[in-house]
């Protein structure tokens, strides 16, 4: 049989070797090509893997001459997933209210706390997928990349079933996850008000009151705290974060305190002070102080009265009303932040002189002890002074930190500004730094700036 080859039959392999292609030239008079030597032809070509015959037997049939026709493909490798963890909570709460469509502060929708059920399934893992290889028209395989397996996860509060697969909470409470660690601890919750009928309240941890906080009552944690009800006339503390999701009727006899931010639909009346920024609806006739920002930007956005103060700038909606009723609006740094700076300062100096005084009585010590060979470790003068010493480097390490907590204070109240949306009302004084300038008249959507010349209004429209 005269060899398909010398008839013009082409095999090209493609570069990956993945595909292989078959051209055909036309037959001499009286002679065709067959299936079989064709196929056993494309085999002496180093394609053995994935012959296509049918496509061959469309080109003998159909003639398909002088054409690239794909007539045998590979198995590409199908490489395994890694394993991966869904988790069946939220790990990224991030406390901030949803504006409803008429521009209003939705505070129920507040979360700053992510909460689980006993028995409940926090997390589901699956392990990495079966890797399948694949093989190219010339019968060489290629491998496929395995899949890792990942670590199981650690943490407290929860427990994972045999197979490993699913991860259950053993208490009801706050699940959170920090540093590739899951969390969950218990939270405080009380259906109704804190009052009379339940005393104070002071835990460690994180406090839900579904009620209010009635007045005269205190209310402590060290974690975060959301109050669903009214609170009146009382005392709050905590060390995180602060959600009021109907308000405080203050009476100038509330005091809030947050070591986090603090959210509310209202301030009346009351004193509030935040390491974080500070949210709200409207605040009248209230203290306020932030360490970082205030935003009243709802639909009835306004500070009423009072005084504001936040390091970072302040976004309001309104200031003021038509009765140009006095309120006082303050942002940057403040004289006291830099002379209270000033004096930490000064003290670190003034201590760590007294701390080369006492070194060089300590050595003193030394000497008496190496020119007379006597033990001088007992000598009262002397531990006196080691004493004094660690006391004085005590006194420095906490002055220095309380220094580190300003500066940082300072280099966030650069450039602070306030943006007025709407209006701000004559009878208004604003303070940026220690520069001041009351507003004589209605202005309306200005941004409040530092220059040279002190305080001046740059219009937002």
């Not at 002679?31 to 296509?52: C, F, K, M, W």
């Not at 966030?412 to 306030?418: C, L, M, T, V």
Request: glycine share 10%; with cysteine.
């Amino acid at each position: 049989m005269e060899d398909i080859s010398m008839r013009g039959a082409v095999v090209r392999i493609s570069q990956d070797s993945m595909e292989a292609y078959l051209t055909l030239q036309p037959p001499e008079a009286g002679e065709g090509y067959t299936l079989s030597e064709l196929v056993r032809y494309i085999r002496t070509q180093r394609v053995t893997n994935g012959i296509d015959e049918a496509a061959i037997q469309e080109m003998i049939d159909g003639g398909v001459y002088m054409r690239d026709v794909c007539i045998a493909k590979g198995q590409p490798p199908v490489n395994a997933e890694n394993g991966r963890y869904e988790l069946h909570f939220n790990p990224d709460v991030d406390g901030k209210p949803k504006v409803k469509e008429d521009g209003s502060i939705d505070y129920w929708s507040i979360r700053t706390v992510e909460m689980v059920k006993e028995g409940q399934t926090i997390a589901t893992y699956y392990p990495p997928t079966e890797a399948v290889n694949g093989m190219n028209v010339s019968g060489k395989p290629i491998l496929a990349v395995r899949g890792k397996p990942l670590q199981p996860l650690r943490g407290k509060g929860f427990h994972c079933t045999e197979d490993g697969s699913t991860y259950i909470a053993d208490l009801s409470g706050k699940i959170e996850m920090s540093n590739g660690k899951i969390r969950i601890s218990a939270v405080y919750e009380i259906p109704g008000d804190v009052g009379i009928g339940t005393g104070n309240v002071e835990y460690h941890g994180d406090v839900i009151i579904h009620g209010g906080i009635k007045p005269g009552a205190k209310v402590s944690t060290s974690g975060s705290l959301t109050v669903d009800g009214i609170c009146e006339n009382c005392v709050i503390e905590a060390g995180k974060d602060i959600v009021l999701r109907s308000g405080v009727l203050g009476g100038n006899k509330t005091s809030i305190r947050a070591g986090g931010n603090i959210h509310a639909k209202f301030f009346e009346y009351c004193k509030v002070k935040a390491d974080g920024f500070i949210e709200v609806t409207y605040a009248l006739d209230s203290h306020m102080i932030s360490f970082d920002h205030i935003y009243v930007t709802g639909k009835k956005g306004s500070i009423i009265g009072g005084y504001a103060y936040a390091i970072s700038g302040m976004d309001v909606n309104v200031i003021g009303n038509s009765t140009e009723v006095k309120t006082q609006v303050h942002v940057g740094v403040s004289a006291q932040m830099r002379q209270e700076l000033s004096d930490l300062q000064k003290s670190i100096e003034e201590n760590g002189e007294v701390i080369k005084k006492i070194t060089t009585g300590l050595k003193q010590f030394e000497l008496v002890a190496a020119q007379k060979g006597i033990d001088v470790s007992k000598d009262p003068r002397r531990t006196e002074l080691l004493r004094a010493k660690m006391k004085t480097q005590a006194d420095i390490a906490e002055s220095q930190k309380a220094v580190d907590r300003l500066e940082e204070l300072v280099k966030r109240g650069e450039n602070a500004k306030i943006s007025v949306v709407r209006k701000v009302y004559s009878g208004c004084v604003v303070t940026i730094d220690q520069q001041t300038l009351t507003v004589k008249e209605l202005q309306e959507s200005v941004c409040f700036q530092k220059k040279k010349e002190g305080v001046v209004m740059i219009s937002l429209k």
